[in-house]
Each structure stands twice: as structure tokens, then as C-alpha cells.
């Protein structure tokens, strides 16, 4: 199964966190400065991070969720972890079944090679995406627990602004 295909597991998962939606403190979020574009994106799985980059500078830092079992690296198709590696943003979805997305180029040479050894398939369709397609209520508590199946979730406010600064070809490193 792809993050672009919902199953029902995956839709109660995701409903049962909006009961605690509103108990989240509410920050004021600091917007990208207008223009601003990133030439390297670094997701930091174990801090559940992703960090937007120009040059050596941090443009800013995300919070998300992953995986619904996210340590180590994917090693092949619905084993529900985030892949670790170098990758590019390869294409764009504006119309999915989650809120808008980038597409990561997993799997790379090396995690083709990996999945051939195992006699696996390493799966595909690994992507940067926002909530699913009429769940935006859900917020910020959607970090409350893993729950894509080796995505990389943030809110549909933060898709928006990681979309318009993120041109194709730029940088993804995923680290554990």
C-alpha cells in the first residue's frame, strides 16, 4: 500500500487523534519570508523534523509524523517505515487523496539493489503531504503519533508553504 491509498485502519488511526486536537497549545507559526526558495530539504527521523535549507541557512523547521514504523529505513513495499538516504523532489500531486504532495525519488539505485538481494520489492510513492482530503480539522495533532505508510505528513498550512519554496530537483536527505 502507497500513502496515496487510504485504508480504513489508516482512517480510524487518523480520526481517533482529532478528539485531542484542541488540547495542543496554540503557537503562532513563523511564516517563510515571501520568495523565499530552499535548495535542501533535511528530515531528521528521529527528532521528527523536516528542516528547510538555502545555502547554509535554515529557512525553517517543521514538525511531522512518518511511518506507522519508522525506525530504520524502508526496506520494502507496506513494511510502513520512512525511507534514510539522499533523494530529489521528483513531481508534484495538487490533486491527491491527501493535500497536495511532493514526490520523494525513492527508491534510489542503492534501495532498488537492497530490496533485489531480499527478493523485495521496495515499494514507491513515498511523498512530503499534507492531511488527508477532508481532514484539516485534525491539525497539528496529526504528529501525535506515526501513521502514513513511510510519508512524511505535515499540516495542510505547512504543505502549502513547503510547496511554493520547494521547486523540483531540490535535495532530500532523510536521516535516521
Known amino acids: 500500500m502507497t500513502c496515496a491509498a487510504l485504508s480504513r485502519p489508516l482512517l480510524r ?20 519570508p515571501p520568495g523565499a526558495v530552499a535548495d535542501r530539504i533535511v528530515i531528521e527521523k528521529r527528532a521528527r523534523t523536516l528542516t528547510l535549507f538555502r ?16 525506525v530504520g529505513p524502508k526496506q520494502q ?3 510502513g517505515r520512512t525511507p534514510e538516504g539522499t533523494y530529489v523532489i521528483d513531481a508534484r500531486k495538487k490533486n491527491s487523496q491527501f493535500h497536495r504532495a511532493l514526490h520523494i525519488s525513492y527508491p534510489n539505485a542503492e534501495d532498488r539493489r537492497l530490496a533485489r538481494q531480499h527478493g523485495v520489492s521496495p515499494g514507491g510513492d513515498i511523498m512530503i503531504h499534507g492531511l488527508p482530503n477532508g481532514m484539516a480539522a485534525i491539525g497539528r495533532a496529526h504528529r501525535l503519533r506515526d501513521w502514513t505508510q513511510g510519508c512524511i505528513a ?6 502549502e508553504e513547503i510547496w511554493r519554496a520547494v521547486p523540483n530537483g531540490t535535495r532530500v536527505v532523510i536521516k535516521p
Do not use: F, H, M, W
Open 77 to 79: 513495499q507496506g513494511d
Open 13 to 32: 488511526r487518523i480520526s481517533a487523534i482529532v478528539g485531542v486536537a484542541v488540547a495542543l497549545p496554540l503557537q503562532a507559526a513563523q511564516s517563510l
Open 55 to 70: 545555502g547554509d541557512g535554515k529557512l525553517k523547521i517543521y514538525k511531522v509524523a512518518l511511518g506507522s514504523d519508522p
Open 154 to 159: 505535515v499540516t495542510n498550512e505547512e504543505i
